[in-house]
C-alpha cells in the first residue's frame, strides 16, 4: 500500500467525479433548453427519466462485460459511450433524438458509476479498503459542486446577451464541455492496469504477477524484479483442474449455471431474507424517488422563484403557488420572447447545495460506527422526510435553499449505507444479487418520481411533495 494506490484513487475519485456531472448536467439543461425544444414541464419529467431508464438496462450489460473481460475494460467502454452519447445529444436539432442520447448517457455512465467501487477495492487489502473506498464519496461532491460553477460560465445571462452562438445554444457546448471528463477519465483508466483479482479469477497469472510486480516496483521505489512472490497461491491446482472444466459440454456447463442460480434464488426467496430483500427494496425505492427527483428539479426550481421574485417584487409565496404562477407564465410565453438563460442566483443556490453535503459525507463512516448503520438510516429518512413536506410551507427562495440543504445533505449519502446493511443483511453468496436487485428498485424509484413529477408540478405540486415526504419517512 502507498503511492500506487494514491494513484489509483486519484484516478478513480475523477472517474467517480464525472459520473456524477454526468448524471447531474440535466438539471442545468432542463431550464436552458426549453426555449430550442418548446418543453413543457411533462416534457421535462420525460427527459429527467430516460437516463434511468438507460441505467436499468445498462446494470445487466456492464456488469456482465466486467465479470467475463475485466472491470478496466468495462469502465472504459462504459465511459466511452457516456462521452459519444454527450456530444451526439449537443447536436441534436429534434427532441426524440435528444432523448435517445440521454438514454444511452444514463445506459453508459452507470456502468463507470457501479464498477468503480469493485475495481478500486480489489487493489485494497481488508486494512485499508473502507477507509480509502470512503473517500470516493467526497469526489463525488467535488462533481456536484464543479458542475454549476460551470454552467454559471456558459448559461448566465451576462454571457449570452454578449456573444453571439449562433445556432449552436450555449447549452450545447455546456453539454460537450461536461462530457470531457468522461474522455479524460477513459485515457486515464488506460495507463492503469487490470485487477490482479480478475486476473486470478480468469487464471491468468502470468498477468496478475506482472501486476502485482507493478505495484511493488511503484511503492517501494525498488525494482519488479525484486519482488518476493514467485508464485500465486492455488495456482497449480487451479491450473489442474482446467483440463476437467474444459472438457464439459456447453449443455452441461449452461445445465450447472442455471441449477447454481435456481439454488440462489430458492435460498434468497425464502425467510428471512425475503423479508429483507422486500424492506431494502421498497426504502431504496422511496428514497431514490425523492433524491434523483429533487436533486434534478432544484434548480428548476430555483429558477422558478428567481422569476417569480423579480415578477412580483416583495410577495412571498410557497413552492406550489410559485410554480402555478410560473406555468400561467409560460402559457402566454411567446417564441421571441423566450429567454434560455438562467438567473445568476440559480448557480449560487446549487453551489451551497453540494457544499452542504460535505459535512455529512466526511463524517458518515465515524456516525455508522458511532451508533450503527441502521440507526443513521432511520434518523437520517424522517428528517430528510419532514424537510420534503416542509417545502409547501416556505414562503420564499432562501427558505427553500435551507431546506434543500438539509435535504440534499442527508439523503445524498443514504444508498451507501443502504448497501452497507445488505452487505451485513446476506450471505456472501447472496450479497451481488441482492445489492442488484435493491439497486434496481432505486432506479424504478427515481423513474416514478421524475415522471410524476413533471405531470403534478404544475398542476397540483402539493400531490408529490407529500408522497415523496411520506415515502422517506
Not at 484513487?9 to 432542463?30: D, K, M, N, P
Not at 453539454?175 to 468522461?182: D, H, K, R, T
Not at 429483507?276 to 434523483?292: E, K, P, Q, R
Not at 446476506?426 to 418520481?449: C, D, E, H, M, Q
Request: glycine share 6%; charged share 15%; proline share 3%.
Amino acid at each position: 500500500f502507498g503511492k500506487f494506490q494514491a494513484i489509483l484513487l486519484g484516478v478513480c475519485g475523477t472517474i467517480y467525479a464525472t459520473c456524477a456531472i454526468s448524471t447531474t448536467t440535466l438539471s442545468f439543461v432542463l431550464p436552458s433548453a426549453e426555449c430550442d425544444f418548446r418543453m413543457t414541464s411533462v416534457d421535462k419529467g420525460r427527459l429527467s427519466a430516460t437516463p434511468l431508464i438507460g441505467m436499468i438496462f445498462g446494470c445487466c450489460v456492464w456488469g456482465s462485460i466486467a465479470n467475463s473481460h475485466g472491470r478496466k475494460l468495462a469502465m472504459m467502454l462504459s465511459l466511452l459511450v457516456d462521452f459519444s452519447a454527450a456530444i451526439v445529444s449537443s447536436v441534436a436539432r429534434s427532441f426524440e433524438l435528444f432523448l435517445i442520447c440521454r438514454f444511452l448517457n444514463g445506459f453508459g455512465i452507470i456502468g463507470a458509476t457501479s464498477i468503480v467501487f469493485s475495481y478500486l477495492g480489489e487493489f485494497l487489502s481488508v486494512k485499508h479498503r473502507d477507509s480509502v473506498l470512503g473517500k470516493l464519496e467526497i469526489f463525488w461532491n467535488v462533481g456536484v459542486i464543479v458542475l454549476p460553477g460551470v454552467a454559471w460560465s456558459l448559461l448566465n445571462k451576462s454571457v449570452l446577451e454578449s456573444f453571439d452562438h449562433g445556432n449552436f445554444s450555449p447549452w450545447r457546448i455546456f453539454v460537450v464541455v461536461c462530457s470531457l471528463p468522461s474522455l479524460m477519465s477513459m485515457i486515464f483508466l488506460y495507463f492503469l492496469p487490470e485487477t490482479p483479482k480478475f486476473l486470478i479469477s480468469k487464471k491468468q497469472y502470468d498477468k496478475a504477477k506482472l501486476v502485482f510486480q507493478k505495484i511493488f516496483a511503484c511503492n517501494s521505489r525498488k525494482s519488479a524484479y525484486l519482488y518476493p512472490v514467485l508464485a500465486l497461491e492455488g495456482e497449480y491446482e487451479n491450473n489442474n483442474n482446467i483440463d476437467f472444466n474444459h472438457n464439459k459440454t456447453l449443455t452441461n456447463r449452461l445445465i450447472g449455471k442455471l441449477r447454481s442460480m435456481y439454488d440462489l434464488l430458492r435460498v434468497l426467496f425464502s425467510q428471512p431474507y425475503l423479508k429483507y430483500l422486500g424492506i431494502t427494496s421498497f426504502v431504496d425505492f422511496g428514497l431514490m424517488a425523492s433524491y434523483y427527483t429533487l436533486i434534478m428539479w432544484f434548480p428548476e426550481i430555483f429558477d422558478r422563484f428567481g422569476m417569480f421574485e423579480r415578477q412580483h417584487p416583495n410577495q412571498t409565496a410557497s413552492v406550489c403557488v410559485v410554480s402555478q404562477d410560473s406555468n400561467k407564465y409560460q402559457i402566454v410565453l411567446s417564441d421571441s420572447t423566450c429567454d434560455p438563460s438562467i438567473d445568476n442566483k440559480v448557480f449560487l443556490d446549487t453551489v451551497i447545495l453540494g457544499l452542504s453535503c460535505i459535512p455529512t459525507s466526511v463524517s458518515l463512516s465515524y456516525f455508522m460506527k458511532k451508533i450503527g448503520k441502521k440507526t443513521v438510516l432511520v434518523i437520517s429518512l424522517v428528517l430528510s422526510g419532514l424537510a420534503t413536506l416542509s417545502l409547501n410551507w416556505v414562503i420564499n427562495s432562501s427558505q427553500t435553499l435551507v431546506l434543500s440543504c438539509v435535504f440534499e445533505a442527508l439523503t445524498s449519502i443514504l444508498e451507501a449505507v443502504i448497501f452497507c446493511v445488505v452487505m451485513d443483511l446476506f450471505p456472501t453468496n447472496l450479497r451481488a444479487i441482492a445489492v442488484a436487485v435493491t439497486a434496481t428498485s432505486g432506479r424504478l424509484g427515481a423513474i416514478f418520481g421524475n415522471v410524476i413529477f413533471g405531470y403534478l408540478i404544475d398542476l397540483s405540486c402539493i400531490i408529490p411533495i407529500y408522497l415523496f415526504g411520506s415515502l422517506l419517512i
